[in-house]
């Protein structure tokens, strides 16, 4: 079934899908059954153990009518294809190595703006303290950044899998600010001289939109106090949530812990426990935006999303500002209880770069 | 003079302009000062000391319209897109890790095409025993591969520089067959049922232009016997020549070992040791092809380049199969004697993607 040589194009399938059918077409190559990796395509980052310590290494590519709205400046790209990267090990609890960077760019590029791109790169580089190690460069039709950051661990870093009911579900800030400044940014009057709205909601909203920042140190933090299960929000926290059930899925079901149907855990979130405030609201409201779909659908938040026992919150509180939005629940379902106490199934669908 | 917001477009400078610009952008930056990193930005690989290792890493990109020519089929592209990467870890000697594959994708490409572009990949993966990590899939223009590749050593990886007055150039194998097929597939008559042709010469050709392969083993191998510098034929022979002599200079300069004018090393290689057989030299005339050109200024042989020192050469013979095509010498220049016994200067210009 799945070798049929269709003639379906691939917007037909989520990528996700296409994910899945790469990790198919992976599964009779030898060079894919070792030992020691023991995490191949899946979780943020992939895992090698290499002497006594655990390389994470990462790849996004970005690329510019999908991940660099109109109003973001040439700084802003390079310094948001670095925090992208950087995410991915901060989900992981990883410390720094460097950073690869290929770069795509058309030919009539202006050097300053050639420049601009590096300067947010470097300055990213710098902020997250993660060197720029090299890279490629060449002329493509729009921009396309690649980047490929490597960092390690001294202990197993934090994966999407290994949780258990009555687990509490945190993240470390809010979530849908991005989604609301790229809303106001497709409106004229915030799409310019944004800084002088003199509103913190707005100013927030777009600058997380434009400047995104990754919880770096936080999810080392994290994976020091020995959190076990985490991920970064960039696909939106609905996608997120089901991805984290999924791996710790297919994680049991591989482990051969389990059978198919006797996989029993579920996430309930609050949307009450999501923390809007009222200046939110009002904003959302007056757009006409709805407010749950920013929050659950699209991501671009860049906050770690973690998994811990209960019994170490109060601990956990005194190291770490975080938030409880739910719990590990005994039941194999994703639902959300809104505010005026509806449960809901929540949609699965992130954010799809290829559906039509 | 470097910061001024010239308009200037990208496309006035060489990608190798454009490359030492970012590294003078990154010259005053804190995360760039490391010890640990002793090679940022100029190698074929970057070397971060890692525990008791070297970790070496590579990213490069391929696109479509420059990279894979028009008879290229889909699977190999993607075993292309492994082999331009593992040519680089290669080219320092390094053993493999694992390899990330970021691609881009137009959205009306087939799903048996996708399939393709992945047997493609995952066979190159087979072939040098590097796992396919994980990555990053996107929708785009054009195809889009970034690959980055990570290696280590356990002793000082091969460089571009250290290398002294009589010691030999060598290459692993010919060059200018890659660059012979690409010609022979620009023609009707050989553009389709290439492998009908039973003719050895042009299906040898165009084998190298189409499924090129890494001298991953020859690399690890020089490295072994204690080889210390190399690179692999990526740009074109002349300009990989140029590339030494010009890390060298950089690295002696840095080391304040010279002052920018004593730097007095020199390469002198032989047209005759380049090694063409009379079946090259018919098909070349032929068509009109200017041979040497196609040596010295076509990249894409991904033959290992190296320099030892002439004491060494019996013994590697025994181990190796390869030519010396030349030597350093103790005059600052870059020359070639030709056939004729003419001596002429070598053009130092490669394959460069962004000049007009």
Redesign the interface.
């Known amino acids: 079934m799945f070798?049929?040589?269709?003639?379906?194009?691939?917007?037909?399938?989520s990528?996700k899908s296409?994910?899945e059918?790469?990790i198919k077409?992976?599964e009779s190559?030898?060079?894919?059954l070792?030992d020691e990796?023991f995490n191949?395509?899946?979780d943020d980052?992939?895992v090698?153990l290499?002497?006594?310590?655990y390389?994470i290494?990462?790849?996004?590519?970005l690329?510019q009518k999908?991940h660099f709205p109109n109003e973001m400046s040439f700084y802003n790209m390079g310094f948001k294809a670095v925090t992208a990267n950087v995410s991915d090990l901060a989900s992981m609890g990883a410390k720094t190595?460097?950073i690869?960077?290929?770069?795509?760019?058309y030919?009539?590029?202006?050097?300053?703006e050639?420049?601009e791109i590096?300067?947010g790169i470097?300055a990213g580089?710098?902020f997250?303290?993660?060197?720029?190690?090299?890279?490629?460069?060449?002329?493509?039709?729009?921009i396309?950044i690649?980047g490929?950051a490597?960092g390690?661990t001294d202990k197993k870093p934090m994966m999407k899998y290994g949780f258990n009911p009555g687990d509490l579900i945190c993240l470390t800030g809010k979530v849908g600010f991005a989604a609301l400044g790229f809303e106001l940014l497709k409106r004229e009057e915030y799409a310019n001289n944004q800084s002088k709205q003199n509103n913190d909601i707005i100013d927030y909203s777009i600058n997380k939109a434009l400047n995104p920042i990754a919880k770096l140190k936080e999810g080392q933090i994290l994976l020091d106090l020995n959190v076990k299960v985490a991920t970064d929000i960039t696909d939106g926290l609905g996608s997120e949530l089901a991805s984290l059930l999924e791996s710790d899925k297919k994680y049991y079901l591989s482990n051969n812990q389990i059978d198919e149907n006797s996989y029993s855990k579920g996430i309930r979130i609050y949307e009450e426990k999501l923390d809007i405030s009222s200046d939110y609201l009002e904003l959302s409201d007056k757009f006409g935006l709805d407010k749950l779909q920013m929050q659950l659908n699209i991501g671009e938040d860049f906050e770690i999303l973690f998994i811990i026992p209960s019994k170490i919150k109060e601990f956990l509180t005194k190291q770490l500002d975080f938030k409880v939005i739910g719990e590990i629940i005994d039941k194999n379902t994703l639902e959300i209880v809104l505010s005026n106490g509806d449960l809901e199934n929540l949609s699965t669908n992130g954010y799809d770069?290829?559906k039509?």
């Not at 290499?50 to 310590?53: A, C, R």
């Not at 690869?100 to 760019?105: A, K, V």
């Not at 030919?107 to 300053?112: A, G, Q, T, V, Y």
């Not at 997250?128 to 729009?142: M, R, S």
Request: net charge negative.
């Open positions: 070798m049929d040589s269709n003639n379906k194009s691939i917007s037909s399938l990528e296409l994910i059918r790469i077409l992976s190559k030898n060079s894919t070792k990796y191949l395509i899946g980052c992939s090698i290499f002497e006594d310590k390389l290494t990462t790849s996004d590519m690329i999908h190595l460097g690869l960077i290929s770069i795509g760019l030919k009539d590029l202006k050097l300053n050639f420049d590096f300067k470097l580089c710098d997250y303290n993660i060197p720029l190690l090299g890279g490629d460069t060449n002329d493509a039709d729009e396309i690649t490929t490597i390690y770069h290829f039509c």
